[in-house]
């Protein structure tokens, strides 16, 4: 059975940077995305950012355009999101995910299809 742990969390300023790590218990993936979710109090679960990984398509939600990146580490076999410039609009609890090959394009845009998921780590943003 396919299991996520994330790493990474914790507290920075606004205009801080974080790491975010999911570890990937197979690496048989082919097909699959990976990706990363967030919830804040109160909000739903929102996509952050996916990839691919037949094709390395990656996808990001406007908000975060230009400040995350996500990559994947093959070696390790871990999905890495690094967070640049955050602002408190970037606190929540950060999942890992991932998806069967049939929703891996839209998995961002789509969480609810989802049912494999990493157990959060939390992002605090404050000054």
């Known amino acids: 059975q396919l299991r996520l742990v994330e790493s990474g969390g914790g507290s920075v300023q606004p205009g801080g940077s974080l790491r975010l790590t999911c570890m990937v218990s197979?690496?048989?993936?082919?097909?699959?995305?990976l990706g990363w979710f967030r919830q804040a109090p109160g909000k739903r679960r929102e996509g952050v950012s996916c990839?691919?990984?037949?094709?390395?398509?990656?996808y990001y939600a406007d908000s975060v355009k230009g400040r995350f990146t996500i990559s994947r580490d093959n070696a390790k076999n871990t999905v890495v999101l690094q967070m640049n410039s955050l602002t408190p609009d970037d606190t929540g609890v950060y999942f890992c995910?991932?998806?069967?090959?049939?929703?891996?394009?839209?998995?961002?845009?789509?969480?609810?299809?989802?049912?494999?998921w990493g157990q959060g780590t939390s992002v605090t943003v404050s000054s």
């Open positions: 990839m691919r990984l037949s094709d390395g398509y990656t």
């Open positions: 197979e690496r048989n993936l082919d097909g699959y995305g």
């Open positions: 995910a991932a998806s069967p090959p049939a929703t891996s394009q839209s998995m961002c845009l789509i969480p609810a299809l989802l049912d494999t």
